[in-house]
């Protein structure tokens, strides 16, 4: 006790300072789960099976509702990338046998599928007017890999936000199957993504 009294000034100050170290691991644990919260979150994935005529969904799974700008696909083939707007290419009158239009609000939690990855192909396929070997459009060996971007606006957010994800294609074998170079969907949020993202909007 008495060698407490006399060192009381001091306990009480590291007794102040651990108290303070927690308040502030509280409070970046509070903060990160805010931040994390509030980020876009944006899915693409494939929708019932993992072959061409696999449908190709967008969902989001944010916090609040997003708008769809755009959503393009981009092909690598052995000549260079062809890319093509699926809102615009749909707008045009490309998808008239759909009544939703694939640009608009989707709600948190919501999902939109833009058609078949093998229907995607085949558009950007005749809209480029690539050499096809009359096999559902697709030319084996010629066409490497298929990449989905999307570009939406998140909240009150005036800068868009986007997603991409890049699938192999793999057109030699009989079930000609789509394989994902990744194991998730790339978000794209941070400042120097968002002139990326504004580059492939000027690029259109």
């Not at 927690?22 to 693409?44: D, E, H, M």
Request: net charge positive; charged share 25%.
């Amino acid at each position: 006790m008495e060698w407490l009294n006399q060192n009381s000034g001091a306990i009480s100050a590291v007794t102040g300072i651990l108290t303070l170290l927690i308040w502030l691991f509280y409070a970046q644990l509070l903060y990160n789960g805010y931040v994390r919260q509030r980020r876009p979150r944006i899915i693409i994935n494939r929708g019932s099976g993992k072959h061409l005529s696999s449908l190709c969904l967008i969902s989001n799974m944010s916090a609040e509702a997003i708008f769809v700008q755009h959503i393009i696909a981009v092909l690598k083939t052995d000549q260079g990338e062809r890319q093509l707007d699926l809102v615009d290419h749909q707008q045009s009158g490309g998808e008239q046998h759909d009544s939703r239009s694939h640009q608009g609000p989707l709600d948190s939690g919501s999902y939109l599928h833009v058609g078949s990855f093998s229907t995607i192909l085949e558009r950007l396929a005749a809209h480029h007017g690539l050499k096809t070997d009359g096999r559902a459009g697709l030319k084996p060996g010629a066409y490497e890999s298929l990449e989905i971007r999307v570009v939406a606006i998140y909240g009150s957010e005036d800068s868009p936000v986007g997603a991409r994800r890049r699938f192999r294609l793999d057109l030699e074998s009989d079930d000609r199957q789509l394989i994902p170079y990744s194991l998730d969907t790339q978000r794209l949020a941070s400042r120097r993504q968002r002139h990326r993202i504004k580059r492939w909007m000027e690029a259109l």
